[in-house]
C-alpha cells in the first residue's frame, strides 16, 4: 500500500481493497450523494469483480439521482493480493452502455441470484 492509497475493510465479508489518492480526491469533488453511494457500490460488487493477473481492467457504473453520474472505475484484482482502484471518471452515457454491451459493468455478478441479493441489499441501505 502506497502513501497515496486508502485500504478498506469491509467486515461483514471480511473484504479488503486498497483505493488509489487520486480517485480518493475525483470522489471528494463529487457531491456527496453520489460518492457515497459510489463507495457502497465498491463495497459491495467488489467480490464480483473478475480477476486478471498483471493487467488493469475497467468496469462502468452509474449513480441514479435527479442527474444520473456515469462512470468509469479502473482496478487490478488479481489471484493472490488486494483489489486496487486506481482511477475514475465521469463518462457519457453512450460509455455506459457500450459497458452494459461487454457485459462490463460495477453492480453485476456471474451469479444473478448474488447480483439481485447485493442489489437489494445495497438499495435497502440507501433508503
Avoid at 470522489?27 to 498483471?54: M, T, V
Wanted: proline share 2%.
Amino acid at each position: 500500500m502506497t502513501m497515496d492509497s486508502i485500504r478498506k475493510y469491509i467486515e461483514a465479508e471480511e473484504i479488503y481493497y486498497d483505493i488509489d489518492g487520486d480517485v480518493i480526491l475525483e470522489l471528494a469533488n463529487l457531491d456527496y450523494e453520489y460518492s457515497e453511494e459510489i463507495i457502497l457500490q465498491l463495497d459491495y460488487f467488489e467480490p464480483c469483480l473478475e480477476k486478471q493477473n498483471h493487467f488493469s481492467q475497467k468496469v462502468g457504473g452509474v449513480v441514479k439521482h435527479d442527474s444520473p453520474y456515469f462512470f468509469e472505475i479502473e482496478y487490478i484484482k488479481e489471484e493472490e493480493g488486494l483489489t486496487t482502484f486506481l482511477s475514475i471518471k465521469e463518462i457519457d452515457c453512450d460509455d455506459y452502455l457500450d459497458y452494459i454491451n461487454s457485459n462490463q459493468i460495477l453492480i453485476k455478478c456471474k451469479d444473478t441470484q448474488e447480483t439481485s441479493e447485493r442489489l437489494k441489499s445495497l438499495k435497502t441501505l440507501l433508503e
